[in-house]
């Protein structure tokens, strides 16, 4: 089991940027990727970005690409989501996960198996 716990969340006007991080522990060798989701009240948990740990290869929603990077620090066992100009409709509890799929299944939720408590990101218009 990989334990993972998220930070960065928080209050934020139109236009600004967040940035989230995620720290793995514990079996973080059986992943071999990291995603972010989020859950808008009233709406299902939807994909925003994923990473590969080794090779690094990274996929994106459509909604959020060219706002929202993604990366690694493998030596650390974190992932980060950077966030610029952001939205009021990315306001949600963001969620980060692990998993150990291959790379064409990152962006379906039942891939993953091991889940944050998830952060609260909320963009004010």
């Known amino acids: 089991q990989v334990q993972l716990v998220e930070s960065g969340g928080g209050l934020v006007q139109a236009g600004g940027s967040l940035r989230l991080s995620c720290a793995a522990s514990?079996?973080?060798?059986?992943?071999?990727?990291m995603g972010w989701f989020r859950q808008a009240p009233g709406k299902e948990r939807e994909f925003v970005a994923a990473?590969?740990?080794?090779?690094?290869?990274?996929y994106y929603a459509d909604s959020v690409k060219g706002r929202f990077t993604i990366s690694r620090d493998n030596a650390q066992n974190t992932v980060f989501l950077q966030m610029n100009i952001l939205k009021p409709e990315d306001t949600a509890v963001y969620y980060c996960?692990?998993?150990?799929?291959?790379?064409?299944?990152?962006?379906?939720?039942?891939?993953?198996?091991?889940w944050g408590q998830g952060t609260q990101v909320t963009v004010s218009s």
């Open positions: 996960a692990a998993t150990n799929a291959g790379r064409y299944y990152l962006t379906f939720e039942r891939a993953y198996d091991s």
């Open positions: 514990g079996r973080t060798f059986s992943s071999s990727g």
């Open positions: 990473i590969l740990w080794s090779g690094g290869g990274t």
